[in-house]
Nanobody, 121 residues
């Protein structure tokens, strides 16, 4: 089992910055990738950024150049540095971890509780 705890959300003005953190605990040894997703009312949850344990990173086009995903494997912690925030970035941001275990074969997705990010003047 993996537990994910997020923090760092809040209310900021357009152009401001926030840094989200996600700490993974439990059976974290088989986590293959982690990522940030966000969801607004009436919309599906969408990918913001993902990072593999090997450091391969993918960003949504809407956040490229503004957001930076990183992780500290030793601390089982993932970060999302969000700069130049826009009102359209307002959403609940969720931490995700994908776990693949080969013996026995199993794969699971874990989600944090979500943290609210509101960008408004």
């Amino acid at each position: 089992q993996v537990q994910l705890v997020e923090s760092g959300g809040g209310l900021v003005q357009p152009g401001g910055s926030l840094r989200l953190s996600c700490v993974a605990s439990g059976s974290t040894g088989s986590i293959n990738r982690m990522g940030w997703y966000r969801q607004v009312p009436g919309k599906q949850r969408e990918l913001v950024a993902v990072i593999t344990t090997n450091g391969v990173i993918t960003y949504a086009d809407s956040v490229k150049g503004r957001f930076t995903i990183s992780r500290d494997n030793a601390k089982n912690t993932m970060y999302l540095q969000m700069n130049s925030l826009k009102p359209e970035d307002t959403a609940v941001y969720y931490c995700n971890a994908y776990q693949l275990i080969l013996t026995p074969l199993s794969d699971r997705n874990y989600w944090g509780q979500g943290t609210q990010v509101t960008v408004s003047s």
